[in-house]
Each structure stands twice: as structure tokens, then as C-alpha cells.
């Protein structure tokens, strides 16, 4: 039997090298395509108050769009001194769509007379996947830890370089890549929709 | 008997004409100053979590430079949309210390896919005063309204000009001083102040 193919709803390449790598790694039989590889992604407005609603919406859309099953995350960052926001407005937190550095400048700012003693923050991740014939699943996983005050590190994106998760040293974004997934809030989600799935036993 | 001599905390002169014309209208006998009158406004870090933290931070720094009475207000707009959020950090949420426009726009850019429904807000201010001898009062005041997509109208500061509070038309920044007072959070907290000060019998 062929993989299952499926398309994870969204228009950016680092999530979908790191949603395949991390269901690789799970040994789910699923071929993961991005949506701009079956038809483009298509506009489709965040308007839901959490990450679910949000991840289920891109989901919801390119399956409709493609008629194949669609995964999709909705993730950020949520920041105790900002009430847990960026949250849903991670990505635009800025007031620029997709401008990693400066929505990372501008929490930073933001932060810069917050001490270090409340400076925890968390990564959130709502992992999605939507059928065609409509049925839907949602797992939703976080990662605590804490806040720098300068970016460190070269990989990863977003937020990534001022983010020490919990029991670590290092910034996801010098994390090497198989470590990041084994603790990040997107590993988690994915690995346990997988499971939920039915793709691996693996959680 | 000459009026009481009371230093307002702030280098922001709007403060302290506002201020001012509150304490006016409620026929306390007090001769507000601002800071920047009087040996200068210290340099404060406003790193409370709370406005009533942040409003006595500068209060006692005052009191202590020039041996007088120091009135502070500490106050922000919280948008349900953002948990709450600029709250204390209003005034930099840009990053820009005290840059107004900037500050308003990036709530905008962030708001931008919020629908009508969702833009409730309130404007918060927590007003106090702190004596020579370290005795301290404290009065919390808000008035909830919701937030325009534009800015209108050209009075006030800060994000007067996108907020319409409840059961007006009007932003507070085309409401004219005197109608704005009546209803807003700073007039609601210093009335209230003044009140338990007993510099008033008003409410």
C-alpha cells in the first residue's frame, strides 16, 4: 500500500520540512506535501480567538480546496508578562505578516524592563488534520521556558532564538534539529495527532 | 489658608493639564506642579505588573526628591483581543517610549483581523498619592468602550483617538475636555482620590 498523501495547509516551507521530519520520525506512512505543491494555499483570514480555531479554518480550506486530507498547525508564542500574547498574533505581532525578526524585535522591546524572574513564556501548538468528508481532529501541546534578552542561534524560525525551553541551556534555534522535535510544542501536537490517528503508536 | 502644594509625578505635560483641570472641577484646594517643575521628573523603571505598582514607583521617587506630597497616575488601554494587553505597557508598545502614533498604530495592525465584536476595550488608571512620610492612597477606575479601525478626532493623547467609550458615538479625542473628564479613567480615579484625600466632597 502507497502512503497516504497528505497536505499540510500552509504557504511556509520551514513548517513543512518540520511537520515531514517530524512524522518521520514516528514512522507514520503519510507522503506530506505543502499546499503551494497541490494548488497554492489559499487566503484564508486567522480570525479565530485560539489556535484551534485557527489551524482548523487553513485545514478546513484546502481540504475543501484539494479534496485530500489536510493538516494544518496553529502555533505561537505565549509570553506571561504579555498575558500570553503574541499567542494567535504570533506570526503578525508586528503588524507584518511573516516578519520573523521583527515581531521578535519588537516582544523584546516589549520586555526590555520585564526581570528575569518573569520572563517565562510558552510555545503552543494546535495540530489539526481535516478529511474530506469533513471529519476533524485537534491536539493541542505546549512547551514551557523562558525569555532571553538578545536572539541566539541560527536555526529554527520565529521565535526560536530567544526561547530556552525548560531543562535546557540552548535556544530552540541552536538546538540541532532532531532534539528541538523531541520537546518542542509542535513535535508534541503532531506525534500525538499521529497517534490519534492511528499513523504510529509511537507518542 | 494657601492651597496645598502637590507635585504630579510625570514629564508628560498633558498629564498634568489633564490632571490638573480634574482636580479643579472637583474644587480641591491643591496647587498641582509637574515634575519637570520642580528639580525634574527622576528617571523611574516601570516595572510593576500592575498600574498601581507602576503609579507609586514614580509617586515615591517624587515624594523622596522634593520632600512634598506626589500625586502619580499609571494608566493604559486593555484590549480584550490582546488578554488585557498594552495594559502597563501602553505607553511602549512600539518599543518607542511615549510614541503615541506609533503605539496606536501597531494596536491597529494587530487588531486587523478582529472582528466588530471582539474589540472591546477599557481604558485603566490607577491614581495614588504618596506623602513625605511615606503614607500612600491608592483609587483603580476604568471606563470599558471599544476600538475604532481608524483614528478620529484630534484632542486627547495616547489612544484617545481609537477608543469610543460605552454609550457614546465620540472618540475620547472628539469629546471635549470637560465631557471626556466626566467619563474617563483618569477622571473617574483622581475624583476618587480626591475624595478620600478629603480634598473634596465630590464624587
Redesign the interface.
Known sequence: MSPERVVLATGNRHKVDEVARILVATGARVELVGADDVGGMPGV???G?TFAENALLKARAVAELNGLPALADDSGLSVD?????P?V?SA????LPGADAENT??VL??L????DE?RGAAFVCAAVLVQPDGTEAVQRREVRGRLLREPRGSGGFGYDPIFVPEGEERTTAELDPAAKDALSHRGRAFRALAVELGWTDET
Chains 1, 2 share one sequence.
Open positions: 483570514a486567522e480570525t480567538a508578562a504579555l498575558n500570553g500574547m499567542g498574533l503578525r505581532w508586528s503588524g524585535k519588537l522591546a516589549q526590555v524592563d520585564t526581570p518573569r
